[in-house]
T-cell receptor, first 112, second 117 residues
Framework: GDSVTQMEGPVTLSEEAFLTINCTYT??????LFWYVQYPGEGLQLLLK?????DKGSNKGFEATYRKETTSFHLEKGSVQVSDSAVYFC???????????FGEGTQLTVNP | GAVVSQHPSRVICKSGTSVKIECRSL??????MFWYRQFPKQSLMLMAT?????????EQGVEKDKFLINHASLTLSTLTVTSAHPEDSSFYIC?????????????FGPGTRLTVL
């Protein structure tokens, strides 16, 4: 079945540091890939998405590129802020519009 | 657009009572709604998928008689935790999907924190 593997956290960075959170996936078809962010005590918000190979999703300075050859969708940001502290979830869904499969989540803490 | 609300945001109840959580799509019609459960510092676990006007499809290991799901309209789904016990304490999150151009995208509610005493 489908699965998503994220790099283990927690991740602690200083403000303005470069961020990478690794995500790899296993899927039988051609999935759509997502990054969601969850702030403390809240639900999930879609951060960015990519629906086909080589697509780059971007939002709020975050980027991720759909790499079919390495089955990866790593999240990057060039300069993190304290307000980026949250839990980040990588997820996929098959093109049929079925269920979302989530990774384990990565806790990011950015210190001033 | 694409806003999903949940009510209540927090609920505390006594063991043995039932609790109803509402999930509403505010500005779109949700043909499908999903209910997730999240334990502290863990990922989301899909509990069930409900399509408007149909019975919910429960994931393996989820008791359908304990977690009653109703999706009577295109904008409202409810999750009722019956005879709640302390082990049911958790963060419950719903999401909604519409038959639009981006059928794969789910929109999430803010979650409901349930504490059973």
């Amino acid at each position: 079945g489908d699965s998503v593997t994220q790099m283990e956290g927690p991740v602690t960075l200083s403000e303005e540091a470069f961020l990478t959170i690794n995500c790899t996936y296993t899927a039988t078809g051609y999935p759509s890939l997502f990054w969601y962010v969850q702030y403390p005590g809240e639900g999930l918000q879609l951060l960015l998405k990519a629906t086909k190979a080589d697509d780059k999703g971007s939002n709020k300075g975050f980027e991720a590129t759909y790499r079919k050859e390495t089955t990866s969708f790593h999240l990057e940001k060039g300069s993190v802020q304290v307000s980026d502290s949250a839990v980040y979830f990588c997820a996929l869904t098959e093109t049929s519009g079925s269920r979302l499969t989530f990774g384990e989540g990565t806790q990011l803490t950015v210190n001033p | 657009g694409a806003v999903v609300s949940q009510h209540p945001s927090r609920v505390i109840c006594k063991s043995g009572t039932s609790v109803k959580i509402e999930c509403r799509s505010l500005d779109f019609q949700a043909t499908t709604m999903f209910w997730y459960r999240q334990f502290p510092k863990q990922s989301l676990m899909l509990m069930a998928t409900s399509n408007e006007g149909s019975k919910a499809t429960y994931e393996q290991g989820v008791e359908k008689d304990k977690f009653l799901i109703n999706h009577a309209s295109l904008t409202l789904s409810t999750l009722t935790v019956t005879s709640a016990h302390p082990e049911d304490s958790s963060f419950y999150i719903c999401s909604a999907r519409t038959m639009g151009l981006d059928y794969n995208e789910q929109f999430f509610g803010p979650g409901t924190r349930l504490t059973v005493l």
